[in-house]
């Protein structure tokens, strides 16, 4: 069922009594944040512990000629300076992506993208480091660059992986789903067929933390011990173990509290290895930070897809197929996070929303003289380019028929009993009531006096624009059967020990980024036990103290972990029912639960509370045959099948006529994420998602001119919002829970992220619609769309 | 983090000090108030001062006070002081304007209005609306003080009339009766450096006309103000079609180029919209003080 | 060279380099790592600290040119063993996720709220505009300010880490009924109805 709902955006905290479990609490972690007790990379000091510097390259592409360490290492304060050459000593030059190309850790041969990693500084402090670079001389001989993905495959483009023997071209891979024919003949037969090049530009995570590690390697018992900001701890001690050759159970990854990932820290970077090679030559700890600049040219990037999209309709709007061709971008090295099997990650979902009779994709990744990445900043694998390249779609395609671009989504959504709806490319829809999302959306944004007054602005020249977009969002990899990265199955772990005075400890597989996952674990065992969230500790981030698992990236903590918790917890119930049997000396199929405790059907009063379980169950109680004497439980949750979270989002911007400034003046969202734990940390995750997509529709780009400089590495170019560009964000929400999952949860943490740019672009180009504007590429900065206004939808520059 | 080559520091105690200071220290010394420009330089390493004269401490420099038809204005003044004075914005709303959308109000707790005339970014507010103002900078020296004229004050980007071992002191601005003034930028984002800017100062007649104008232009290639602008308006009624007329002569001496904030072509559309913007705010509340 | 400042009411003294910029001073000379940094050009606020009660970005200014002034960090937020209201709003509200900005956030609410008891949202975007916060998308930092603007003397409860998690229930009654659909739909495996 979907339970709908509206509400005020700012409600006052009610005083109505709470069960334990789901709802508004404040969050456990914020006492040490406000008091600036968080312990981010950075705090980290170990005794005796070095500092460190990379030195880059100032070009895009150039052979190495030279490289002269020997003034740096005068240096009084420089204890090393590690180059290529010294790796290739260890077989430690390039080391394996997440998608199974390799990467340099430090260039031996060519610089392959403007602030690669050259050589490695390492010294007392972090200003003698940072002197030291400029003390190392390097000879370069400039190549030609490739920055521009079009250009990729002509037959005189520069070959960026000449390393790679027999490599001829630029080409990484060609990629297809659907059903080709069957989706051309739908073209063919079709009353309307619309077609419209889509550019999402390379963007940036840009988390305000920047990447970092501190290596400590114990020469003496061989253990490695990496702190480092990282999102998916485990998967990363793994890798090290392959990399290094240290093994696994030598390396205990710590993810202290990290100041924001947004995918951003879920690969490996040379960084990290330089700080691990760093501190076994040197003997002593290594603190490795980059700055902003590095973060920005050199950290995975986002997108950075070119979508040529054709859409086929009947002509009183009924949406027949979509088709797409992608050119992607993955820069010098193909070191996307996704999962094996699907090289544009989870950009097969392109089908969006709607029943469609047929639809294909094909997509060609290319190299590049750009930094590697491309899965990252809350994508959820690739959803955003798919969500808005379909949404811009169907605006182009409602603009074509004449018709309102609400009314044409209505027209064509998978119905509430078409679920469980198996897609043309090969994904099962679990759950959904687009409709309703649909019309509460439309009804808290007073959609039809919208409409009115744009109306009447029109009359008087204003241009205000109206944007609606919905999406599916496909979060909570995986299916250990479909998904796994660099081999490892997309499976999380969760172990729960409730202590004999009943107060619990549950370790997870996951690592917040700000997401709140010591709340919203803790009241997930909460409701299953009955435990109050105050006295259930969760533990993260350190792979000594943790189950495996693969990690917090693409939405999948809830849908994954928090199936692991709830699991676990339930596994621990049952636990306690044989104990409680025990204690009461009743079998246990005559106890019935109700949240805290099992009783005796038919005698509530008789029973027992999971703390007295737990202390019966460590104490003397004479337990049935096969129950050890404790109250834990582990598990590892493989789930079923993927979630299926989604939205429906309205814009509304004014666009000055005379300047081309866009401000955006409301926003509207209403998401369904299914189960909801904590409404208060779900409006957050909306609230931060609805900013991005704010940042990337009006200001955040990173271009490269042609020589290949990037042009946005610092804050003065990359653009982020601030308070003065976003709303006070409107928002609402239907429930429908997914099927299978253990509580019926989702995932929220991309939704916004993902459903926000295309609203706000359909808003900008609903607004120049007098100027006959159909489409225009993102961000829609003041130039943009003063050009678009004259006509010309992209400036040169 | 990005961090500054070394250097020795000095804390200056007085104008004086500072301009022995100067002499002593010479050509690899520089002055730092604020910091807000020279420390990110400094940081990428792209200055490299040998020593840093720090002349926050001169108070002397810190002021803003009205001096018969003259306001002086303290070169030490903070960008949030300019900003928050009400006098200042009655006499002079352009300085509010701009001051409004100089940076970030972090960043205008430190700045002051002598740092950013001396950086002399292209993309500088403060640079244009002393032109328009026709301000006078007040330079100490080794050789006693002078009083420049802001064009003799600019040199073009990044370069100014303040000598190595001299030190910008004050800005005094004329304040003239029936006179109004406004300043508009467009940026990307808040706090962004200006895709393109302008400011204006019309004084008017008792009749109502034109009695003085003045047009400035900031980010968009023009050094000093819109030549012909005065000519073109003195004498006139203002109107929607004069400020057309202005704004097709900014359009015309501007000489703005392409980056990342845009094309020529839109840059140049700017210099015309934003001039019409600015004189028909300026024209009104030169003709609300005429009235008040 | 030595310098010499009050730190949240303490007087500092330190021989340093010149070039040592505040927030590194902060950091890691005084060992306050409550203060991050989160670029390089004074651009993202997180290193916002008061510098005789005005925010100012520690990245920035050089610890040479702090000395001889008052500076207050996040640490030195709470007075008397109570949290500032302005700490409790961020609680309340939602104003963090990841905890980076709020440092630099809270301060300059502080500051905004010492000058301006009761300022219009506006006011508050504007006070915190040259400081940016990736995760929470700033409604709920408006909020939090305005929750102690609201609250001047906050909770009036002790510096006690705020443990009662039962009270600040009600955003919506419907979410209490809403898992049990969910449970019962998930262990019966049965379609969702619509």
């Given at each position: 069922?979907?339970v709908?709902h ?38 980290i000091?170990?005794?005796?512990m070095?500092?460190?510097?990379i ?16 003034n740096?290492?005068?240096h ?15 077989k ?15 260039v ?45 495959l002509?037959?005189?483009?520069p070959v ?5 023997e027999?490599r ?23 009353d ?17 933390e920047?990447?970092?590690?501190v ?14 900001t ?13 990399v ?51 973060n ?18 009947t ?16 820069g ?5 996070a ?27 990744g290319?190299y ?6 491309g ?16 949404e ?6 409602a ?8 009314e ?25 009531n687009?409709?309703?999302a ?54 999380d ?7 004999p ?10 690592q917040s980024?700000?997401?709140g ?12 036990l009955?435990i109050?969230p105050?006295d ?6 350190d ?22 918790v ?6 621990v119930?049952?636990?306690?029912k ?8 009743t ?39 096969g ?28 666009v000055d006529?005379?300047t ?10 209403v998401d ?27 200001m955040?780009i990173?271009?490269?001119d042609e ?18 560009e976003?709303p ?10 997914s ?5 019926g ?27 006959g ?13 003063w050009a ?10 | ?9 000095v ?14 220290y ?18 990428l ?21 009205r ?6 204005v ?20 352009i ?16 700045g ?50 303040v000598?190595q071992d ?5 800005l ?11 300043y508009?930028k467009v ?14 100062a019309?004084?008017l ?10 047009v ?25 079609e ?15 180029v ?5 094309p ?7 210099a ?5 913007r ?15 | ?19 040592v ?6 950091r ?11 670029c390089d ?5 997180t ?24 500076i ?5 937020l ?5 949290l ?8 309340e ?6 905890g ?8 300059t ?6 000058k ?12 915190i505009s040259?400081q ?31 443990t009662d ?18 449970t019962?739909?998930?262990e ?7």
């Open positions: 069922m979907t709908i509206d509400r005020p955006s700012n409600p006052a905290a009610g005083d109505e009594d709470r069960p334990i479990g789901y709802g508004r609490i404040q969050r456990k972690e914020d006492p040490r944040f406000v008091r600036g007790q968080g312990h981010y990379l950075d705090d000091v170990l005794p005796g070095l500092h460190s510097a030195l880059r390259a100032p070009v895009a592409h150039a052979r190495l000629v030279s490289i002269d360490t020997t740096a290492l005068a009084p304060k420089v204890v090393a300076v590690i180059t290529g050459k010294d790796l290739l000593g260890l430690l030059a390039w080391a394996p992506t997440l998608s199974a190309d390799v990467q340099a850790v430090l031996t041969d060519k610089v392959r993208f403007q602030g690669q990693e050259v050589a490695f500084v390492v010294a007392e402090d972090r200003y003698a480091a940072r002197d030291a670079l400029e003390l190392i001389d390097v000879e370069y001989d400039v190549l030609p660059p490739l920055v521009d993905a079009r250009k990729a002509d037959p005189d483009a960026i992986r000449d390393e790679i027999g001829t071209d630029n080409r990484i891979f060609d990629w297809e789903i659907g059903d080709k024919a069957e989706t051309d003949a739908v073209f063919a037969s079709a309307v067929v619309v077609s419209q090049e889509v550019v999402y530009p390379r963007v940036h995570p840009a988390p305000l920047t990447c970092g590690a290596a400590d390697f114990d020469a003496v018992n061989g253990k490695l011990t990496l702190y480092e990282t999102q998916a701890p485990h998967a990363h001690r793994t890798l090290f173990a392959i290094a050759g240290i093994p696994e159970h030598k390396i205990r990854i710590v993810s202290p509290d990290i100041g924001g990932g947004f995918g951003n820290k879920v690969g490996i970077y040379p960084g990290y290895i330089l700080a691990v090679v760093g501190s076994i030559v040197s003997g002593r700890p290594v603190k490795w930070v980059e700055d902003r600049s590095e920005l040219m050199s950290t995975s990037f986002a997108r950075d897809y070119i979508m040529q999209g054709d859409i086929a309709a002509k009183d709007g009924k949406i027949l197929a979509l088709r797409t061709h992608v050119l992607a971008d993955h010098a090295f193909n070191a996307t996704q999962p094996t099997k699907n090289p544009a990650g989870f950009f097969s979902i392109f089908t969006g929303s709607y029943d469609l009779k047929a639809a294909y994709c094909s997509v060609t290319v590049t003289n750009k930094a590697p990445g899965v990252a900043y809350a994508c959820s694998f690739r959803v955003t380019e798919a969500v808005y390249l379909v811009r779609m169907v605006d182009v395609l603009r074509k028929l004449n018709m309102d671009p609400a044409l989504r209505l027209k064509n959504f998978i119905k509430p009993e078409q679920f469980p709806y198996a897609n043309k490319t090969g994904w099962v829809y679990d759950s959904g687009y409709e309703a649909m019309r509460l959306s439309m009804q808290l944004a007073g959609y039809e006096d919208l409409r009115r007054e744009q109306a009447e602005k029109r009359e008087r020249g204003e241009l205000m624009g109206i944007g609606v977009a919905f999406f599916t969002e496909v979060v909570g990899a995986g299916p250990r059967k479909h998904f796994d990265i660099v081999g490892l199955g997309m499976a772990g969760a172990e729960l020990r409730v202590h005075t009943g107060k619990a400890v549950v370790r997870i597989s996951v980024q700000g997401q996952h010591e709340t919203t674990f803790a009241q997930i065992v909460a409701e299953e009955g109050p105050e259930i500790e969760v533990v993260h981030g792979t000594d103290q943790t189950p495996f698992g693969l990690g917090t990236y693409g939405s999948r903590s809830t849908p994954v972990s928090g199936g692991a709830a699991l676990v917890a339930r596994k119930r049952e636990k306690a044989l104990i409680a049997g025990a204690m009461l000396e079998r246990p199929e005559d106890l019935e639960w109700e949240k805290g405790r099992w009783f005796v059907k038919g005698d509530p009063s008789v029973g027992k509370t999971i703390a007295e379980i737990a202390m019966g169950a460590h104490g003397t109680v004479a337990l049935p045959e129950v050890d004497g404790n109250l834990d439980a582990e598990v590892t949750y493989d789930p079923p099948n993927l979630t299926f979270p989604f939205g429906a989002y309205i814009c509304v911007v004014d006529p005379g081309g400034q866009v401000k955006v003046r409301r926003f509207v969202a369904d994420c299914g189960t909801r734990i904590n409404p208060m940390i779900i409006e957050g995750q909306v609230h931060g998602g609805l900013t991005d997509g704010v940042g990337m529709a009006l955040e990173i271009e490269f020589a290949g400089n990037c042009l946005a590495g610092s804050f003065m170019d990359y653009l982020i919002p601030t308070a003065m976003v006070d964000w409107e928002t609402g929400f239907t429930v429908t829970p099927p299978h999952h253990p509580i949860a989702k995932g929220i943490g991309e939704s916004a992220t993902v459903g926000s740019p295309p609203a706000i672009v359909n808003a900008v180009v609903d607004a120049l619609a007098p100027f504007v159909t489409h225009m590429d993102m961000p829609c900065t003041p130039a943009r769309v678009a206004m004259q006509g010309r939808a992209r400036p040169p520059i | 983090m990005q961090i500054p080559a070394p250097f020795d520091y804390r200056a105690t007085s104008v004086d000090n500072a301009l022995e200071l100067l002499a002593r010479g050509p690899e010394s520089r002055v730092v108030a604020g910091g807000h420009s020279l420390l990110p330089m400094m940081k390493r792209l200055s490299r001062p040998e020593w840093l004269i720090d002349i926050n401490d001169l108070y002397e420099l810190d002021f803003i006070l001096d018969g038809n003259k306001l002086r303290g070169a030490l003044t903070r960008h949030t002081t300019l900003l928050e004075s009400d006098e200042v914005a009655a006499l002079f709303p300085v509010r304007d701009a001051e409004l959308v100089i940076a970030d109000p972090v960043v205008r707790n430190r002051t209005i002598g740092g950013s005339l001396c950086q002399a970014d292209p993309a500088e507010d403060l640079s244009t609306v002393c032109d328009v103002l026709a301000a006078e900078a007040v330079i100490r020296g080794p050789r006693g003080e002078r009083i420049l004229s802001m064009s003799e004050f600019h040199r073009g980007p990044y370069e100014t009339a000598g001299e030190l910008l002191c004050e005094r601005f004329g304040i003239r009766p029936r006179t109004g003034s406004a508009e940026e990307r984002r808040v706090g962004d450096w200006a895709v393109g800017a302008a400011g204006a019309v004084t007649a008792a009749d109502g006309t034109v009695d003085d104008a003045a400035g232009l900031t980010a968009l290639g023009l050094d000093h103000l819109v030549a012909d602008a005065a000519a073109v308006l003195r004498g006139r009624r203002p109107d929607e004069l400020f057309a007329q202005a704004g097709r002569l900014a359009a015309a001496a501007c000489d703005p392409a980056d990342q904030r845009g020529v072509d839109y840059k140049r559309h700017l015309d919209e934003l001039t019409q600015v004189l028909r705010r300026a024209c009104a509340r030169a003709a609300q003080m005429q009235e008040g | 060279m030595q310098i010499s400042m009050t730190v949240n009411g303490n007087d500092v003294t330190s021989e340093i380099e010149p070039r910029l505040l927030v590194h001073y902060i890691e000379v005084l060992g306050l790592t409550g203060t991050h940094w989160g050009t004074s651009n993202c606020g290193c916002v600290v008061l510098m005789d009660g005005q925010p100012v970005k520690s990245c920035t200014v050089l610890a040479a040119m702090a000395a001889g002034h008052d207050r960090t996040v640490e030195g709470a007075t008397g063993g109570t500032d209201p302005v700490q409790q709003g961020f609680m509200e939602h104003g963090l996720q990841c980076f900005c709020t440092p630099g956030m809270m301060l609410a502080r500051a905004l709220l010492d301006n008891p009761h300022p219009d949202d506006t006011e508050i975007r504007q006070a040259g940016i916060c990736r995760c929470t998308g700033y409604a709920t930092i408006v909020r939090s300010v305005q929750w102690a603007a609201a609250h001047p003397a906050g909770h009036g409860l002790d510096d006690a880490p705020a998690y039962s009270a600040g229930t009600g955003l919506d009654g419907t979410d209490t009924a809403v898992p049990d659909v969910a019962e739909t998930a019966t495996g049965t379609e969702v109805k619509a």
